[in-house]
């Protein structure tokens, strides 16, 4: 049974190729997430012929402000991938006019992928959870992941009853409040990520490498078997990729 990872950046990692390697060697299934569109061919092209890692077009919404011209080369990609990501809103820095720019361009793309059946969006929604939610709405035909949920239990109910899925990492099970919304998400919607490098873990920066540990603290926070939970976690995925060609 494989450990998963659904929200990775290949693409800021020190030695790519290395953990490209490692990733095919341990077969730890890895969506490589990208923040601008402009980066997306490298990892592409880095990835395409791996049978456990995959690229996922991306347009962070803390780069949309300087790269907002890249809309179009985000749609000219748009097919290549049924993996999409990073791609949300950011409501915890910039300014007004930033942060409509990012309502504009992650609008248009969920508008754009409405027109698939066939997508996996990984999400960030730190300090826009309701705004994230709102324009997704409850009738998207397409697999939600949100990443690093940090919102509201009110809006985190509200995301399970639209059906999203939840990618947690080792930081959110090191917080108080990480856990607390851990407990809060059914067993049959997490789902594992490293977020590396931006998440560390025993003075190292995260990698998929250390799923064991993230599936060790979700088994702990849910009180259930290791085992057990590492199936589910496993199914979870498989879920979230039915119907997905």
């Not at 949300?88 to 300014?95: L, M, P, W």
């Not at 697999?143 to 009853?161: D, M, Q, T, V």
């Amino acid at each position: 049974m494989n450990y998963i990872d659904t929200h990775f950046h290949l693409d800021l990692w020190s030695d790519p190729r290395k953990i490209i390697e490692e990733i095919e060697e341990n077969k730890i299934y890895t969506i490589a997430v990208t923040n601008a569109p402009s980066f997306y061919s490298h990892t592409y092209s880095a990835v395409k012929d791996r049978k456990y890692i995959r690229a996922a077009l991306g347009f962070h919404p803390e780069l949309v402000q300087k790269r907002f011209n890249e809309l179009s080369i985000f749609m000219e990609f748009l097919e290549t991938t049924k993996y999409i990501g990073e791609v949300g809103i950011d409501g915890n820095k910039g300014d007004q006019e930033s942060k409509k720019k990012q309502i504009s361009i992650f609008e248009k793309i969920v508008e754009a992928c409405s027109n698939f059946s066939n997508k996996v969006l990984t999400i960030h929604s730190r300090g826009a959870q309701k705004e994230v939610i709102d324009i997704i709405g409850d009738k998207f035909p397409n697999k939600i992941i949100l990443h690093w949920y940090s919102g509201s239990l009110k809006e985190l109910e509200r995301a399970i009853e639209y059906g999203f899925y939840f990618s947690v990492n080792i930081s959110m099970a090191n917080s108080t409040k990480g856990r607390n919304i851990i407990s809060h998400i059914p067993q049959n919607r997490i789902l594992t990520e490293s977020d590396g490098p931006f998440t560390t873990y025993r003075n190292k920066p995260c990698s998929p490498l250390m799923m064991f540990e993230i599936v060790k603290s979700i088994s702990t926070i849910h009180n259930s078997d290791y085992d057990v939970c590492k199936k589910m976690i496993y199914d979870n995925f498989n879920s979230v990729l039915t119907n997905i060609n």
